[in-house]
Each structure stands twice: as structure tokens, then as C-alpha cells.
């Protein structure tokens, strides 16, 4: 009499920056199950993703995935001579730390009264993400497991299962797919799966699966062609095998007619070795009717116009991966064997035919530079900017198995940290390559920065260039004779507000000398803009009555322009007699008035800092905090307008002063730092205000054409070999070219 065999696939638990998919594990089992069946075993399921309650919920930094009943009740209720439990590198088994759920697990099971063998079975989880460990610390770790069957299980279970069999080593593999059955989607409730997918996809833990849509993943092939030194693909002398054609239709009717399937995952490491065959596949699903999706992405190189037609109407997401953006490092480190012109030709095709396209990167390897790093990163930032390509940037991980983990020769210590932690590894980075995890962890986040850096969220209107100082570094002191129109400027505000923008900032010159300010600044009212922030040196708004105007008639933030602590160095800057006296009062006033309304307007004051003010900068704090403005900008002269390259300030004198005064006032005051490089302010980057969040914003300049103020700044800034080497340099325009400003 055949032996009566449980399958168990149990809850797992992963990482919530993990991106991967768990969620389809048990699709091995299914298929290990037919095999079983197919040769006369008896055979019952527990799939903890096919239960009445199973679900995917966030339990602190980890999703976990299954249900909430209690699997050992379960487990009692059944009789079997054979237990296999279902592996994936998402139990981590092979971790320092014993995964207790598993371990109560296992106990239970061989509380047993005919103590049942208990089996281990690695299932065939496509993409590169299988991590070779050593099957006998597992055993020793659990020692109420018999045996593991390694890699793929499918010719190797029933061996391991009857005594009397010869056993099959870990390096077999089945060579002819065809052979295989199809999964046997029968022994579990699939109306419970596809429910569990569909909270999967409901509760955003997966970006392929469907909220409406009957979702199953599937395979089409196992293995990859290529030699990327980071993917375990080829473990063990694993290599590419396809299913035919013939096969994959008929498996794809059976899950269309029996189970109303309307889209597939397809799990494949490599879906297209050829053009051919991803042409082939797409037919078949076209004339299946179902829409797909390719997880592990696609060759770039490999993919003709016609499979792109093919895909526009059936694929949410097309996703390909470029690994670099450095040819060197994507053919001769990581051995990709890939013209990253294909990338580039890709992207311009799905940008023309509106299909959605993310790209693949990883920095980190070992032979990798900074420089290397950051032309990656712009690499990727162009093909955003150009063809509205989403980039998607991790971390290289050595995964055992992989020819990057032998390559890093680690000792033994250092492998049992790999596999406690390889899943955190490729989001915070790791410790055997010699750019530093903060070095990496600086490089993501600035990248990251820049990439949510391109929708305009604030528009500046210079409402005129007539001023009653005369400041030494004005940026548009020579632009004195520019008349504004009222009308254009409300044209253009009216244009912001249906573009979605709800910022908007009133510059100058000195816009309280325009006689249209008010009307604009209600007008911005009527508009609905959330945030009407007015740059003003405060002179007028030393009489009162000036001051409860603008405060009236919807300002809700102002900026004074104060640029030293006392009369004498105000004035020397402005070079204006009185200056410094009216801004104050003006600030007074704006004080006084908070003191008395419902709504008070943010008050923040901005210094541009010289070679005259900035040796005085700690009394300018004093008076701040003592005047209680809680906001503080300190601005960087630029080379435009006025401004000399003489007046600038000293580095040694920002990088001594600066440091002091933040550490003194910033936990009173909101201190941010424009217009700087971050190489001046070592240690202190987190209070620069980065190049990048200038793209947010357009500036109107009358007379001429409006132009994004990232874009016009960057036209006298310039990048050094240094700032190539630099985590900043993706968020940081480089140096100010002030040749020109002597």
C-alpha cells in the first residue's frame, strides 16, 4: 500500500522593503503534489496561502504571509507516514536564529504516534533569489528532519521518501520539462488562493497581481542562458530548460476554463533567450485572451516592435534590467553580455507606444568606484527624465550560490552573517564590499530625492524688479527697468492652479513697491493656493498699516531678508541708509499682528551670507531667537546679477562658523542652508537644501520666459572630478562658476 504524504506550506515572513514574491511558493509544491499523485501516493495539502482566512498583513518591518488559524491543530487532525514541508530562502532556515514556528512545527509533527518521516523539499521558485546552504547545519539546527531534498525536488522527493529507491543527487535535475504534470491545482481551495492574491494585491505588497482579476503565476521555463555573476540561476550546474509551446497552452487553458484565471504571473528568470520565443508566448496569450505580467523582466536586446504591440494592451508594468549604467561594469564584472544601447532604445519605444517601463539597477559590487556608482544613477535619472522610464535601484547582494559570493572568499563568520541577513542586504546594504552600507545608503537616498524631484509644486512670481535697497550680490540688480503685467502674471497664475500647483512664492526686486501686489496675493486666494509665501526686505511693512494689508488679504508666510545683527553690517550689504531699522520694525509688526488673529502667518527670516556678515553670524542668531523667529534660511551668494566673486565668504569661514551656529540654535530654530555645495558642510548635509528640489519650482521672470529655477541656477554651476567621486553628487549642482564676477 502506497504512503499516505501531508504537504505543508507553511506562513512565511519577509522583509516589507523585500521585493520579491513569496506569494507563488507553493506553485512547486503543487506540482510535486502531481508527481506524488500520478504514482499512486496518497496525498493531502496544507497551503497556509489557500486557507478561508489567509492573508498578507504588516507585522512591524515584516509582511507576513498566510493565515491566522493555528496550523498544529490542523496538523493533528490528519494522518500521514510522510511530512514535507515546503522550503524557500524566506524561511531562513539557514539563518544563526531557529525560525521557532518551523521548529514547533516539526515537533508536533513527530508527536506523532507513528512518527512520521519528516522532508524538507526545495521547490523550483524561479528568479534569482535561491541561497545555497549547507543541508547537514540544518539537520543539526533540527535534527527531527530525515532529509532535505536540495534545488529542485521533482526527481529526487520519491527517492528520498522509499528506503528501498536509489537516492538521487543534489545536482540532478529533470532535463525535459515536458514530462512534468501540471500543478495540481485541486488539493488546495483555489477559490481561497486567488482570494489571498487579490489581498496580496489589495493591501499593496505586490505590484503584478490583480484586485479584480483572477491572478495565477506560472512557469514557462527554469534557468537562465546567461552568466551574471550576482544570480544563483546556474547553481549547481542548473541550467536553461523550456517547456514547449504545446505544453504551456495547455496549462494555460487549464487554468483559464477550470479556474477562470484571466491573468498570468509568469515567474520565468529569463522569458525571452530569443526574440522567438517571447514573440511565440505573446501570441498565445493574445489568443488565450489573458494579460501577464514578467516579474524577473525581460532582455532588452531581446524584444522585437512586435512583441511591444503585443504587450501595450495586457501588460501594467514592462520591466527590464540594466544592472549599470557603466558598460565596463555590466559586461566585464557583472558578465551581462549587454549593449546598454538596447536600454536606451527600449525605453524610446515604450515611451512612444505609453507602455510603462521600469528598469533594474544595482550598485555596490566590488570592483565598482563612486564615479561608477553616480554615472549609474544619472544613467538611470536620464532615462526617467527622457522616456518617463521608473528606475528601481538595490543593492548588490552576494547570494550564496552565485559567483559573487565565491568570488568574496568570506570566512566563516562572515558567511553565517550573509545568510542571517542576505534579505536586508539588498536594501540597506552590507558589509563585504569596500564602499561603506552609509556610503550606499547615502547614494539611494539622494537618489531618491532627485527622482521625486520633477513635478512643479511651487511657482515664483517676480512681481518687480524695483527695489529700495541696493543689495552687493542681487541676482537681478541690473534687471531694474523690466515693467511686470498684471496680466500675464495672473495668466500664468491661473495656468499653475489647473496644473495642480498650490505654492506660490511673490519675489522680486522689493515686491511690496509694486502696486499690484495685493491684487495678486488675493487673487492666489480665489485660486485656492494653500501656501502664499511673500520675500520682502520688510521696509514697508514698517508701517503697520502696510503690514495688516498684505497679512489681511491672504499672505501666509513672509520671509524678511535680514542680512546682518546690527545697523552697520546690514547696511554695509544693502547699502541703504535706515534699512535695517524698517525691517525690524516690519518684523515687529508682522509679530504683533500674529499676537491678535486666528490664522498667524509663518514668519522666517533669510541672510545671504558674505565675507562682511558672516563673521558676525552667532550675534545675528542671538537677535533671531531673541526677536522668537523660529525659521531661518542662510543663502549662498550666486554669480548673477550684482554679485562678486570678492564678496563671497571665506570656506574656511563656513566650514568653522557654520558647524557652531548649528549646533548652538538649531534645536530652537529651523535652520536650512541654500545654495551651497554639500562638500563645504561636511557632516551637516541634512541641513542643505539639495539643487534637486529646485526643479519643484518654476520661476516667472518678467520679460522674459519663464524657466524651472534648478535649470537656471545650474547654467553657472560646474562639476570637478571631485563632485563625480561625491554620495551628493546626484542632488548637488557642483561649484559656482564666478569668473565672470570679478
Not at 515546503?86 to 516539526?106: A, C, H, R
Not at 505580467?293 to 524584444?303: W, Y
Request: charged content about 25%.
Amino acid at each position: 500500500m502506497k504512503k499516505k504524504i501531508l504537504f505543508i506550506n507553511p506562513d512565511i515572513k519577509v522583509e516589507k522593503r523585500f521585493i520579491d514574491y513569496p506569494y507563488f511558493i507553493n506553485l512547486g509544491m503543487l506540482q510535486l503534489v502531481s508527481i506524488l499523485k500520478n504514482n499512486g501516493y496518497i496525498v493531502d495539502v496544507i497551503d497556509r496561502f489557500a486557507q478561508n482566512d489567509s492573508d498578507a498583513t504588516e507585522e512591524g518591518g515584516y509582511i507576513k504571509f498566510g493565515s491566522r488559524s493555528d496550523i498544529n491543530k490542523i496538523i493533528e487532525e490528519k494522518e500521514f507516514d510522510v511530512a514535507v514541508i515546503i522550503n524557500s530562502p524566506f524561511l531562513t532556515l539557514f539563518s544563526s536564529k531557529k525560525n521557532n514556528e518551523i521548529l514547533e512545527l516539526i515537533k508536533k509533527i513527530k508527536l506523532k504516534p507513528n512518527k512520521p518521516k519528516i522532508i524538507l523539499a526545495d521547490c523550483y521558485v524561479g528568479g534569482m533569489h535561491y541561497v545555497d546552504y549547507d543541508e547537514k547545519k540544518i539537520i543539526e539546527k533540527y535534527p527531527l528532519i530525515d532529509g532535505i531534498c536540495k534545488y529542485e525536488s521533482d526527481i529526487k522527493l520519491i527517492p528520498l521518501i522509499e528506503e528501498n529507491c536509489p537516492k538521487r543527487k543534489n545536482k540532478d535535475f529533470l532535463q525535459k520539462l515536458d514530462n512534468l504534470p501540471f500543478p495540481d491545482y485541486d488539493s488546495i481551495s483555489m477559490k481561497n488562493y486567488t482570494s489571498f492574491l487579490k489581498k496580496v494585491s489589495k493591501n499593496g505588497f505586490s505590484p503584478f497581481l490583480s484586485q479584480d482579476k483572477n491572478t495565477m503565476g506560472i512557469f514557462t521555463s527554469r534557468g537562465c542562458v546567461y552568466n551574471c555573476i550576482f544570480c544563483s540561476s546556474k547553481l549547481s550546474g542548473r541550467y536553461y530548460r523550456a517547456y514547449s509551446l504545446g505544453y504551456i497552452k495547455q496549462h494555460l487553458l487549464v487554468l483559464k476554463e477550470k479556474y477562470s484565471i484571466k491573468k498570468v504571473v509568469i515567474l520565468d528568470e529569463l522569458v525571452n533567450p530569443n526574440k522567438k520565443r517571447l514573440d511565440n508566448l505573446l501570441k498565445l496569450l493574445e489568443n488565450l485572451d489573458l494579460d501577464y505580467e514578467f516579474p524577473n523582466g525581460v532582455r532588452a536586446d531581446n524584444i522585437s516592435a512586435e512583441a511591444l504591440s503585443m504587450m501595450k494592451n495586457r501588460i501594467s508594468l514592462l520591466s527590464t534590467s540594466a544592472e549599470s549604467g557603466c558598460s565596463n561594469i555590466v559586461n566585464e564584472v557583472i558578465k551581462k553580455n549587454l549593449n546598454l544601447a538596447s536600454i536606451i532604445k527600449l525605453a524610446k519605444l515604450c515611451a512612444k507606444k505609453n507602455i510603462p517601463l521600469a528598469v533594474h539597477f544595482m550598485i555596490g559590487l566590488p570592483e565598482e568606484s563612486y564615479k561608477d556608482i553616480n554615472k549609474t544613477l544619472e544613467f538611470a535619472i536620464k532615462l526617467s527624465e527622457n522616456y518617463r522610464a521608473t528606475p528601481l535601484i538595490q543593492l548588490a547582494t552576494p547570494i550564496p550560490g552565485s559567483e559573487l559570493f565565491a568570488k568574496l572568499k568570506l570566512n566563516k563568520m562572515q558567511e553565517q552573517n550573509l545568510l542571517d541577513n542576505y534579505l536586508k542586504y539588498f536594501s540597506i546594504g552590507n558589509k563585504f564590499f569596500k564602499i561603506p552600507s552609509q556610503s550606499l545608503d547615502l547614494f539611494i537616498k539622494n537618489f531618491n530625492l532627485r527622482l521625486n524631484s520633477k513635478e512643479t509644486e511651487k511657482i515664483i512670481i517676480n512681481v518687480t524688479y524695483a527695489c529700495n535697497n541696493n543689495c552687493i550680490f542681487c541676482a537681478v540688480g541690473n534687471w531694474k527697468d523690466r515693467k511686470p503685467s498684471l496680466e500675464l502674471q495672473k495668466r500664468r497664475l491661473k495656468q499653475a492652479q489647473l496644473q495642480g500647483i498650490r505654492m506660490v512664492d511673490f519675489d522680486g526686486g522689493e515686491p511690496t513697491l509694486d502696486k499690484n501686489l495685493v491684487n495678486l496675493i488675493k487673487f492666489s486666494k480665489t485660486l485656492k493656493f494653500k501656501s502664499i509665501n511673500l520675500i520682502t526686505n520688510g521696509r514697508l511693512l514698517s508701517v503697520k498699516k502696510n503690514a495688516e494689508t498684505i497679512i489681511r488679504n491672504g499672505v501666509t508666510s513672509i520671509i524678511f531678508s535680514l542680512h546682518g545683527p546690527n545697523e552697520k553690517i546690514h547696511e554695509q550689504i544693502t547699502r541703504a541708509r535706515g534699512s535695517f531699522n524698517q525691517t525690524i520694525q516690519g518684523i515687529k509688526n508682522v509679530l504683533e499682528i500674529n499676537g491678535h488673529i486666528k490664522n498667524p502667518v509663518e514668519v522666517m527670516a533669510n541672510i545671504t551670507l558674505t565675507n562682511r556678515n558672516i563673521l558676525y553670524l552667532n550675534d545675528f542668531f542671538r537677535m533671531i531667537e531673541k526677536m522668537k523667529i523660529k525659521k531661518v534660511n542662510m543663502q549662498f551668494i550666486t554669480p548673477f546679477g550684482l554679485a562678486k566673486k570678492k564678496d563671497l565668504p571665506k570656506k574656511e569661514d563656513v566650514s568653522r562658523i557654520l558647524p557652531k551656529v548649528i549646533k548652538k540654535y538649531s534645536d530652537k530654530i529651523k535652520i536650512q542652508i541654500i545654495n551651497l555645495p554639500f562638500c563645504y558642510l561636511k557632516g551637516y548635509e541634512d541641513y542643505l537644501f539639495a539643487d534637486v528640489s529646485k526643479i519643484k519650482r518654476n520661476m516667472m521672470f518678467i520679460g522674459s520666459n519663464e524657466q524651472n529655477l534648478a535649470g537656471f541656477l545650474a547654467s553657472k554651476r560646474y562639476k570637478d572630478e571631485k563632485c563625480n567621486c561625491c554620495e551628493y553628487s546626484i542632488i548637488c549642482g557642483g561649484e559656482w562658476n564666478f569668473e565672470n564676477n570679478v
